[in-house]
């Protein structure tokens, strides 16, 4: 896994170069979360198996245990999505404004 490049923070950026900014980390969030979500479903075919065989023959307490440990995980995911929209929502506002404000 490679760590994030964040931006030489000594200029001066230009409000459009924010908003470019807040879109790009958006997006980056979003590759994340795909990723996590991948994660999870291989997690799941594994755990079901490729046949639909349950190939290490789990109880139903630990299927039920493995179902809530997905749901958190999608739960979770959902509410970081919810906020990412926020945020699409916030920085298009602004683009917005600023675009009346030089018209």
Known sequence: MKFPEFP??????TINDTIID?????IKEEEA???????????IEA????????PTAPTNLEI??????INQVVETI?????????KIELTLQLDNKLFKENS
């Open 47 to 54: 755990f079901i198996g490729k046949k639909k065989d349950f």
């Open 78 to 86: 959902l509410m970081k999505e919810w906020l990412l929209y926020r």
């Open 22 to 26: 807040l879109m790009n980390s958006i």
């Open 8 to 13: 030489d923070i000594s200029q001066k950026n």
């Open 64 to 69: 039920l245990s493995f179902s809530h440990s």
């Open 33 to 43: 979360l795909s990723q996590l979500l991948t994660a999870e479903a291989k997690k």
